[in-house]
């Protein structure tokens, strides 16, 4: 799974954040780092009882419940409060794998690792988002307000910022579907299905509609 979905933010939803955050306290990132990625791990983080994350969280998470793609490619049961990444010029973090519990105490298992873009792509030179696949890489960055999600068990770096900051908020998500392959196989049918149900009839939508939904019904845990 790697999908990346545009406007998760509306522009004003953006700047909101974005002023926020100009004024929020920072931190070393390897605060919130294990053993192993806080070796490459080379950025600051906002302080998690910051004022502005309290006042960014809000209108993040809420933007997730409302984007119709997210929901159906994460199928979240539990999405844990955004940490938000700030990277300056040198800044970078090396190839990782995140966490398989977030949270103290542990409160979520990281199925799906989605990162928001909140600086606009010109505000920064490097910066790319890199995610390792079986065979290939691919590189990543979004204008402000658009998102990448992937599996949190894909291995990732953020590539070193040469110029201006980069600021990210990052998700994870315990799905209720825990299994890779077949939360993939429900989007594609979600996908299938809207792409086609103005072109078939009530009982054809129907059909696949009931398949979806048993599948999920076989699948899930709640």
């Not at 049961?77 to 949270?103: C, T």
């Not at 290939?136 to 979004?142: E, G, M, P, S, Y």
């Not at 103005?198 to 509609?209: G, Q, R, Y």
């Amino acid at each position: 799974m790697l999908i990346q979905i545009p406007n998760v933010l509306t522009q004003d939803e953006v700047e909101f954040v974005l002023r926020e955050l100009d004024q929020g306290a920072y931190e070393d990132g390897k605060v919130s780092a294990g053993e192993v990625a806080g070796q490459v791990k080379k950025n600051l983080q906002l302080k998690r009882d910051a004022e502005a994350i309290k006042k960014c969280a809000p209108v993040m998470l809420e933007a997730l419940k409302r984007n119709g793609i997210f929901q159906a490619a994460a199928l979240p049961l539990k999405i844990r409060e955004p940490m938000v990444n700030r990277y300056d010029i040198g800044m970078n973090y090396g190839l990782h794998v995140d966490n398989a519990l977030m949270g103290e105490p542990a409160t979520i298992r990281s199925d799906v690792s989605a990162t928001l873009f909140l600086s606009s792509p010109q505000a920064y030179d490097g910066g790319e988002l890199v995610i390792q696949e079986i065979s290939t890489q691919r590189r990543i960055k979004l204008p402000a307000g658009s998102m990448v999600v992937y599996a949190s068990t894909n291995s990732h770096r953020v590539e070193p910022v040469t110029r201006g900051t980069r600021l990210a908020g990052i998700f994870w998500i315990q799905s209720m579907v825990r299994d890779e392959s077949r939360r993939d196989i429900l989007f594609d049918l979600n996908q299938i299905l809207d792409s086609v149900s103005k072109k078939i009839d009530a009982a054809e939508k129907m059909a696949l509609t009931s398949i979806y939904h048993n599948l999920l019904r076989q699948w899930c845990e709640t």
